[in-house]
């Protein structure tokens, strides 16, 4: 069944339809990974975005139960090169086609994804759809097609829900968690409470924590304002965590500014350097907005790690208060887990704001 990737810019190409039977709009990104589909198709961060993978077959070890990065995936489409016509790996429950047929996600492959991501990185991102016929009125239509901006309340939970343990007590503000967050902080035995991305600081104090995570998610930081009141007064009392749009949110709330790049950094071959030591990792990223560098110097917010390639802000300190953030995923999932020493930092935060206050220490 032919289906066409058509550009907002005009640009058209010819594939073959997988997936669901549907027509999808969707800003059109690039992801380098070369594994870990499903991890980036059922992350949040990609909450209204058509997702092209660079490597040149995917869906070749199917989909597994354990993978998922949310239980429910919300990106608009998938663009491959070849789609594996048989998938082989022990875990595999199912195919990639099959699962996203079961979500309603529309695919598309035979597309020379390297020329549309060269044409991306030349003319930026931008608006996109999938369709099995292109009619006049096609592309026009495509360019006056507003994309949603309420991605985080699509993607966050609506309710407060545990994970218990017996360690330090962490509250997870969720702005489109993925699962491998909690994994990781479950492995150093914090007792966690998610709560939803509107929740507000004196909720949060309720429970009492020994720290705040803020979590990644999807779209332009600017779309939740709501969020930066309850920042600026849970800094001042608890240390603070923040990944990705949480690193961006931790930005606008001390008075920094954001930005959306050109194409992003969606992938995880992304090195970053920590200012302080040197010190090198691989990472995981999904983003695309970036904190403005020249912003910071009327805050109290210090680079703390920068990406190589481009001089990315990839980490920030408050000066004052025990509060930082990583633009990148320390939890990896896909990814090299070079950053993971990220969460071990916030639990010795926790601990050492813990002894300073009550002269005590959790168990961690």
């Given at each position: ?6 550009l907002?810019?005009?640009t058209?190409?010819?594939?073959t339809?997988?997936?669901?039977a ?11 990974g070369?594994?870990?589909y ?8 990609y ?12 869906g070749?070890?199917g989909?597994?139960r354990?993978?998922?990065?949310s ?7 998938v ?13 595999s429950e ?7 047929k079961q979500n309603?996600?529309?695919?598309i ?8 991501t ?7 991102a931008?608006?996109a759809?999938i369709v099995d016929?292109?009619l006049?009125?096609t592309?026009e ?8 901006t309420a991605?985080v309340?699509?993607?966050?939970t609506n309710?407060a829900?545990?994970n218990?343990?017996?360690g ?6 969720d702005?489109g ?9 479950a492995k150093?035995?914090c007792n966690?409470?998610v709560?939803p991305?509107n ?21 332009d ?11 600026r007064?849970?800094?001042k009392?608890?240390?603070l965590?923040?990944i ?13 500014n954001t930005?959306?790049?050109?194409f ?5 071959n992304?090195?970053v ?6 010190r090198?990792d691989f990472?995981?990223?999904?983003h695309g907005?970036a904190?403005?560098?020249?912003s910071?110097?009327a805050?109290?917010l ?14 920030l300190?408050h ?6 953030s990583?633009?990148?995923?320390p ?8 950053a993971?020493?990220?969460?071990d ?14 002269g ?5």
């Amino acid at each position: 069944m032919k289906r066409y990737l058509v550009l907002a810019d005009g640009t058209i190409y010819q594939g073959t339809g997988f997936g669901a039977a549907k027509a999808t709009v969707g800003e059109l990104v690039f992801n380098t990974g070369m594994s870990g589909y499903q991890e980036s198709i059922t992350d949040q961060s990609y909450n209204g975005e058509i997702l092209m993978f660079t490597y040149p077959l995917i869906g070749n070890y199917g989909i597994n139960r354990d993978d998922h990065e949310s239980i429910k995936p919300t990106c608009k489409g998938v663009v491959v090169h070849e789609v594996a016509r048989r998938a082989s790996n022990w875990r595999s429950e199912m195919s990639l086609d099959d699962y996203l047929k079961q979500n309603q996600i529309p695919g598309i492959t035979d597309i020379d994804t390297r020329a549309v991501t060269k044409h991306i990185r030349e003319k930026g991102a931008m608006k996109a759809t999938i369709v099995d016929e292109v009619l006049p009125d096609t592309v026009e239509r495509l360019k006056v097609t507003e994309l949603g901006t309420a991605v985080v309340a699509e993607s966050s939970t609506n309710n407060a829900y545990p994970n218990p343990s017996t360690g330090p007590n962490v509250v997870v503000v969720d702005f489109g968690l993925k699962h491998s967050i909690l994994r990781e902080l479950a492995k150093r035995n914090c007792n966690l409470t998610v709560l939803p991305y509107n929740t507000t600081a004196s909720e949060i104090m309720a429970l009492n924590p020994d720290g705040v995570m803020l979590t990644n998610g999807p779209g332009d930081p600017k779309d939740v304002p709501s969020a930066l009141p309850m920042i600026r007064e849970i800094e001042k009392q608890i240390p603070l965590f923040g990944i990705c749009l949480g690193h961006q949110l931790f930005a606008l709330a001390n008075g920094a500014n954001t930005f959306k790049m050109k194409f992003g950094h969606r992938g995880f071959n992304h090195p970053v350097r920590e200012i302080a030591t040197g010190r090198i990792d691989f990472t995981s990223q999904n983003h695309g907005y970036a904190v403005d560098r020249d912003s910071l110097a009327a805050t109290d917010l210090m680079v703390t790690h920068e990406e190589i390639n481009d001089g990315t802000v990839e980490g920030l300190r408050h000066r004052e208060y025990a509060a930082f953030s990583v633009q990148y995923h320390p939890d990896a999932a896909p990814g090299p887990h070079d950053a993971d020493h990220i969460f071990d930092e916030f639990i010795e935060l926790m601990a050492a704001h813990q002894v300073a206050r009550k002269g005590s220490k959790f168990n961690a």
